[in-house]
């Protein structure tokens, strides 16, 4: 895709040429932690009740979506489904948006408790379309859904392959030192925990979701990746070619708070660029300029982290 827009302002170019120019070392890394969350899939499973596409992928189609289909569909009509519907319509609640409501959750095994933090001050990572009152209105609704709809029976079923999910995500996520790599080039934070949660009803969607408490105590980067390919076990079947997805959604909480620092710079030229190509755009789900700056931002970081880790040829292919 090209991009044509002019009045890029200097933070902008310096902070894109800082990316651009960056090198990372390649030091040992503990493994990364990947788990299929529930959280993440009960908020899936509303979603894609409520007939949202992006929770109906057909490259989602398995096993397990089958199952899912199978126990819950007799529950399209609960609150929460119509209510999740109408947050849509009303306020365009959908895509990344319900992945960030997701890893604010907090759940007593199979059962909604509550959220994470307070809405008072509001949650910095939860995402912009969630209102104070929707949202708290809406985990009642979802404690509600996961009690009628016997949620914690289902899990048990799935129990097994749950966990093969993980394992074989985490086979590919930890082939390469992704945390070191983003901790040389950004800055550590000592302070963050990292994750990589199997969505298995993501399909090709893949979101940079993160959680931070509102005192700065707790962090979680938690980049929620799509299976999008199973193999004859109903197990996913994806291997090195999602490498650079998964940088890319590790990517976002760093990126994205580079940019918010440099916001009042920075708004005019994403503006630009959004406008110029609005169409293309709105159709990647990205809703104005901050998202344009930040997905370019990231885009950025990958094609760094592949020069850094396969080699300038395979930075210049991506």
């Known amino acids: 895709m090209q991009i044509?827009?002019?009045?890029?302002?200097?933070?902008?170019?310096?902070?894109?040429?800082?990316?651009?120019?960056?090198?990372a070392s390649g030091q040992a890394a503990?493994?990364?932690?990947?788990?299929?969350?529930?959280?993440?899939?009960?908020?899936?499973i509303v979603y894609r009740l409520a007939g949202s596409p992006e929770y109906n992928m057909a490259n989602a189609a398995s096993p397990y979506s089958e199952a899912v289909d199978a126990h819950f569909g007799p529950f399209r009509q609960h609150a929460v489904i119509a209510r999740a519907r109408a947050l849509r319509a009303r306020h365009g609640v959908s895509y990344d948006a319900v992945m960030s409501l997701a890893v604010h959750l907090s759940m007593d095994g199979a059962m909604v408790t509550s959220l994470r933090t307070p809405l008072d001050p509001r949650p910095p990572q939860l995402?912009?379309?969630?209102?104070?009152?929707?949202?708290?209105?809406?985990?009642?609704?979802?404690?509600?859904?996961?009690r009628d709809a016997d949620f914690a029976g289902f899990?048990?079923?799935?129990?097994?392959?749950?966990?093969?999910?993980?394992?074989?995500?985490?086979?590919?996520v930890n082939r390469r030192p992704i945390v070191p790599w983003f901790d040389a080039f950004f800055g550590v934070r000592p302070k963050a925990r990292y994750c990589v949660i199997a969505g298995l009803l993501n399909g090709g969607g893949n979101y940079g979701v993160s959680y931070r408490s509102a005192d700065g105590v707790e962090e979680?980067?938690?980049?929620?990746?799509?299976?999008?390919?199973?193999?004859?076990?109903?197990l996913p079947a994806m291997g090195d070619e999602?490498?650079?997805?998964?940088?890319?959604?590790?990517?976002?909480?760093?990126?994205?708070?580079?940019i918010d620092r440099f916001a009042d710079d920075l708004t005019g030229a994403g503006d630009k660029l959004f406008e110029a190509n609005r169409a293309v755009m709105q159709r990647q789900a990205y809703g104005n300029g901050r998202t344009?700056?930040?997905?370019?931002?990231?885009?950025?970081?990958?094609?760094?982290?592949?020069?850094?880790?396969?080699?300038?040829?395979?930075?210049?292919?991506?």
């Open 292 to 318: 344009v700056l930040y997905e370019s931002l990231v885009r950025a970081c990958v094609v760094r982290f592949v020069s850094d880790q396969l080699g300038e040829e395979a930075g210049r292919q991506q």
């Open 30 to 44: 503990m493994p990364v932690e990947v788990r299929v969350d529930p959280r993440v899939e009960l908020m899936s």
């Open 127 to 146: 995402e912009g379309r969630w209102n104070t009152q929707d949202a708290a209105e809406f985990v009642d609704l979802l404690a509600a859904f996961a």
């Open 242 to 258: 999602i490498l650079e997805t998964i940088v890319h959604e590790f990517a976002h909480p760093y990126a994205n708070a580079a």
């Open 4 to 23: 044509h827009a002019q009045g890029l302002v200097p933070a902008a170019a310096l902070v894109m040429l800082g990316v651009l120019a960056g090198a």
């Open 155 to 172: 899990l048990e079923q799935q129990r097994g392959l749950q966990e093969e999910a993980a394992k074989s995500l985490a086979e590919v």
């Open 220 to 234: 979680e980067i938690t980049p929620v990746i799509g299976v999008w390919r199973w193999d004859e076990n109903g």
